[in-house]
């Protein structure tokens, strides 16, 4: 397995060994021992699944006061996987990395409490698995809108995304008060 941090503290990109032969492939998509020695200590909950079609984009999300660490990878397509460090103290703040995950790839990439996720389907049919480490809890929800001028995601677009209704009323960063995210310390 081969770790690779990204330029946001704890971000990181996770690429599995994976084993071929003339029957397919098998990997190891999670084994606790192997992830805590990449500093991914947290125990996962719940997992999630969804699907989307080409220009779907899913984001940017996190939950306040019930946060999540996820573990995410695709199983069918690819997409481009974003994240934004949004801790209130962080020097990072309002930084983002984004990496394409994909079924051909097998990267994964752990996003750590205290930053919006979100991603954009680039294939006709995508399947996104992702861990979680604390339970969704409806009303506890935040989000920042796709396009925030203060961000300036580089999305891989070649029209307008498709967004759900509640992601296309996301208001900017600017419009939210900073002390209503996690400081550093609250996300350890």
């Keep these: 397995m081969n770790v690779t ?3 946001l503290p704890g971000v990181l990109i996770i690429e599995p060994d994976v084993y071929y032969d003339e029957r397919g492939f098998f990997l190891e998509s999670w084994r606790q021992p192997r992830y805590a020695d990449a500093g991914i200590t947290r125990p996962f909950v719940q997992d999630c699944h969804s699907r989307s079609r ?3 984009l899913r984001g940017m999300h996190l ?3 019930h946060a999540q660490a ?3 990878r695709v199983v069918a397509g690819a997409v481009q996987d974003v994240v934004v460090d949004v801790r209130r103290d962080s020097p990072c703040f309002g930084r983002w990395v984004a990496v394409e995950l994909s079924a051909e790839n097998f990267r994964q990439i752990y996003v750590p409490r205290g930053f919006l996720h979100g991603y954009l389907a680039l294939t006709d049919h995508v399947e ?3 861990k979680c480490d604390n339970l969704y809890t409806p009303g506890d929800e935040c989000g920042v809108c796709w396009n925030d001028p203060t961000i300036s995601i580089a999305w891989r677009l070649g029209a307008d995304p498709i967004l759900s209704a509640k992601d296309a009323a996301l208001p900017s960063l600017a419009d939210l008060p900073r002390d209503r995210f996690p400081s550093v310390a609250e996300t350890k």
Aim: with cysteine; proline share 0%; glycine share 6%.
């Design 5 to 7: 941090a990204t330029d």
């Design 54 to 56: 080409k220009g779907v």
């Design 63 to 65: 939950q306040i006061l």
């Design 70 to 72: 996820k573990l995410c």
């Design 128 to 130: 996104f698995l992702y």
